[in-house]
């Protein structure tokens, strides 16, 4: 993906992978061990040029990561480029239970979870059961 728009893994600030294995297929290694040895092997070095993180997992986060985007589309805060065609399409198909369309929407949820989550403006900001903010974002 990277080499599709010429980004060299140089210019990477932040990666966050997620935390699962590749499947049956892939032996069981953990997907961003994958990523790292396909990084390596893309830059010929030994060492990464940037930290892949582990998505932030646990009670509750799909829902806040979903409230959280949504909240970020709304304020104008996040746009997605118009040559992730992949993303818009699972953005604007995705009712919930859709396996294909669940990855790229996974992806920029754990992306944008990570980023946003200690930005001014979103710091500590909380949801209610029905997606509104509940407390003032400082």
Same mark, same amino acid.
């Given at each position: 993906?990277l080499?599709? +728009?010429n980004? +060299?893994?140089? =210019?990477v600030d932040?990666a ?9 297929g892939g032996g ?5 061990d994958a ?5 390596r092997?893309q830059?010929?070095t030994k060492?990464l040029? !940037?930290?892949i993180? $582990?998505?932030r997992?646990g009670?509750g986060?799909?829902?806040?990561g ?6 970020? !589309? ?6 997605v480029?118009p040559?992730c065609k992949t993303?818009i399409? $699972?953005l604007? +198909? !995705?009712k919930?239970h =859709?396996?294909?369309?669940k +990855? ?6 754990y992306? $944008?979870?990570?980023?946003l $989550?200690?930005?001014?403006?979103? !710091?500590?900001?909380?949801f ?11």
């Amino acid at each position: 993906m990277l080499g599709r +728009h010429n980004i +060299h893994p140089r =210019e990477v600030d932040l990666a966050v992978g997620d935390i699962n294995t590749t499947g049956k297929g892939g032996g069981g290694i953990k997907v961003n061990d994958a990523l790292a040895d396909a990084i390596r092997r893309q830059t010929k070095t030994k060492s990464l040029p !940037f930290v892949i993180r $582990s998505a932030r997992k646990g009670r509750g986060s799909v829902m806040y990561g979903s409230r959280l985007i949504n909240y970020c !589309f709304r304020r104008g805060d996040l746009t997605v480029h118009p040559r992730c065609k992949t993303l818009i399409h $699972s953005l604007q +198909h !995705f009712k919930g239970h =859709e396996e294909d369309l669940k +990855h790229p929407l996974d992806a920029m949820r754990y992306a $944008s979870s990570y980023i946003l $989550s200690n930005k001014k403006g979103y !710091f500590r900001l909380r949801f209610d059961t029905h997606g509104e903010m509940t407390t003032n974002a400082r």
